[in-house]
């Protein structure tokens, strides 16, 4: 059981760059999270999908997208990276209905040049 | 104004000694209230979770909510060196599928040997 897993863990871009981010989850949570960590900014949430199929913003939706591949999988892309977008990315899953237990991934070091 | 307001710390305590570490919200509505440990380059885990205000105690952690004043505190008695991490305070309004949590921005403790 490896609960909630994240690639890569460590991406360096260019400006103008894209990328994917993957997430997946194994413990057959309904709703599943982005989030972006910046020093002092604690978690701030990216995009949610509370369920298969469904996907909403979150606080700082702008130059991301995401799509809820299956029950398993949430991924994150930035389709042209800035350099505003350096940060630490963590994906969460939690069962519906128990946003507050929510288990976070590893975590992606994201550096944009 | 952030609606989380939380101390960055550090905060350097004695082996054995008890932290203190709080938040200030202002959004009435929140009504469920977390706190979350982060280990260095590690997500997220739950630590403690109450529902509107009270105490409540988990071994050596204790989680206080004070609705009326908009605080919440989180104190750990006889603290170790492994207590050493980043505590970040978590809220909710609603208990239902998807419904995203507003964290703090997290107070880094350090426990001296």
């Known amino acids: 059981n490896a609960g909630v897993t994240q690639t890569p863990k460590f991406q360096v871009l260019k400006t103008g760059q894209s990328m994917t981010l993957q997430c997946a989850q194994d413990?057959?949570?309904?709703?599943m999270y982005w989030y972006r960590q910046d020093p002092g900014m604690g978690l701030r949430l990216i995009y949610y999908?509370?369920?298969?199929?469904?996907?909403d913003k979150g606080e700082v939706p702008n130059g991301y997208n995401v799509s809820r591949l299956n029950k398993r999988e949430f991924s994150l892309r930035l389709e042209s990276a800035a350099p505003s977008q350096t940060s630490v990315y963590f994906c969460?899953?939690?069962?519906?209905?128990?946003?507050?237990?929510?288990?976070f991934g590893p975590g992606t070091r994201l550096l944009v040049l | 104004q952030k609606e989380v307001e939380q101390d960055p710390g550090p905060l350097s305590v004695p082996e054995g000694a008890i932290v203190s570490l709080n938040c200030t919200y202002s959004?009435?509505?929140?009504?469920?209230f977390m706190w979350y440990r982060q280990y260095s380059r590690k997500g997220p885990e739950l630590l403690m979770y109450t529902y509107s205000s009270g105490n409540k105690e988990d071994g050596r952690f204790t989680a206080q909510v004070d609705k009326s004043s908009k605080y919440i505190s989180l104190f750990i008695r006889d603290s170790q060196p492994s207590d050493s991490a980043t505590y970040l305070c978590?809220?909710?309004?609603?208990?239902?599928?998807?419904?995203?949590?507003?964290f703090g921005g997290g107070t880094r403790v350090l426990v001296k040997p």
């Open positions: 978590a809220m909710s309004a609603l208990k239902a599928a998807g419904n995203k949590l507003t």
């Open positions: 969460a899953s939690s069962e519906a209905g128990d946003t507050e237990t929510q288990y």
């Open positions: 413990m057959n949570h309904n709703s």
């Open positions: 959004n009435s509505a929140f009504q469920y």
């Open positions: 999908s509370a369920s298969e199929g469904t996907t």
